[in-house]
């Protein structure tokens, strides 16, 4: 789904899989659930290319299922911040605070990729990085910013409640430094934050 000129946000994903077409080639954010990569396959085949680069903005199973999948049918280069790359090259579980969680993490653990880079060596254009922890401890955001709009692609940071940001205190490791980073978001006012569950809100 068209968000505006250049954004997507593809649909019928668990967390939300976003799009940008830029200059220098297509980045995605974030990798939804496995199972699901036959929607990313498809939104992809509709524009005849594929991501260049993947930024994944926490590690969490709902966002880097179907990373490898991408990977490998694309070529696509993986940018984490350093806290969250042992988990997606599987040399660590996944963060949280509940035993559950972490058990069907286990269950339905993603396959590993190899040689993800730091994201704050990531470049594009009209493209930053921002740390965004509490959610995991390497949270990040990603800001887009272009034709005088600003994007945050916040990931987990925060989540759309009734048109509103807020932390998901359930799954945050770290719910005090959650809240800092979305006061940090929220200060990045005029932007459109595009959450990693829900709807886009205007700040």
């Keep these: 789904m068209r968000i505006s000129e250049g954004v997507h946000v593809i649909d019928g994903t668990n967390a ?24 990313i396959r498809s939104f992809y085949g509709s524009m005849g290319r594929g991501p260049s680069a993947v930024i994944v903005t926490h590690s969490h199973m709902d966002h880097i299922g ?16 350093p806290e969250e790359i042992p988990v997606i090259e599987g040399r660590r579980p996944m963060y949280s605070r509940s035993a559950l969680v972490r058990v069907i993490g286990a269950l339905m653990r993603p396959r590993p990729v190899a040689g993800v880079l730091d994201v ?13 922890p509490g959610h995991t401890p390497g949270s990040v955001t990603l800001i887009y910013e272009r034709d005088g709009e600003r994007y945050l692609f916040v990931g987990d940071a925060a989540f759309e409640d009734g ?6 205190r359930r799954f945050s ?17 005029p ?7 829900g709807k886009p809100v205007r700040i």
Excluded: C, K
């Design 16 to 39: 939300n899989v976003y799009v940008i077409e830029t200059d220098a080639g297509i980045v995605q954010v974030d990798s939804a659930m496995r199972g699901q990569f036959g929607r």
């Design 66 to 81: 179907e990373l490898a999948s991408v990977v490998a049918t694309y070529g696509s280069v993986v940018y984490a911040h």
């Design 120 to 132: 704050h060596g990531f470049s594009a254009p009209g493209m930053r990085v921002l740390d965004t």
């Design 163 to 168: 048109g509103a940001l807020r932390v998901n």
């Design 173 to 189: 490791v770290d719910v005090e430094a959650a809240e800092r980073s979305l006061e940090l978001i929220e200060r990045m006012s």
């Design 191 to 197: 932007a459109l934050v595009l959450p990693g569950h």
